[in-house]
């Protein structure tokens, strides 16, 4: 089995900076992409950002794209996302994923493994 766990969530004032990070423990599989999922109440769940494990091409969303930095570290088996110049809007439980599988990265379907999440909380 593969575990996911997120840290580094909060409560920042808008225009603040937050640094999630997910280390991936467990047995070993092959990674094709990590990426960060968030939801927000009575709302679906949104893609926010996934990076290619073996190229670090990364995938942002619209509506974190110039604000959202996806990275990760291949020996810590870390990904991370750097948020800045956070807004409400961003306010939402913050999901890690990984997938094996080389297709459609921005797809919450496309995941095998989900972290517990973490929360984010944006204060206007």
């Known amino acids: 089995q593969v575990q996911l766990v997120e840290s580094g969530g909060g409560l920042v004032q808008a225009g603040g900076s937050l640094r999630l990070s997910c280390a991936a423990s467990?047995?070993?599989?092959?990674?094709?992409?990590m990426g960060w999922f968030r939801q927000a109440p009575g709302k679906e769940r949104e893609f926010v950002a996934a990076i290619r494990w073996t190229t670090g091409i990364a995938s942002y969303a619209d509506s974190v794209k110039g604000r959202f930095t996806i990275s990760r570290d291949n020996a810590k088996n870390t990904v991370y996302l750097q948020m800045n110049s956070l807004k409400p809007e961003d306010t939402a439980v913050y999901y890690c994923?990984?997938?094996?599988?080389?297709?459609?990265?921005?797809?919450?379907?496309?995941?095998?493994?989900w972290g517990q999440g973490t929360q984010v909380t944006v204060s206007s």
């Open positions: 467990g047995r070993t599989f092959s990674k094709y992409a």
């Open positions: 994923a990984a997938t094996g599988r080389g297709v459609a990265i921005v797809t919450a379907s496309t995941y095998e493994y």
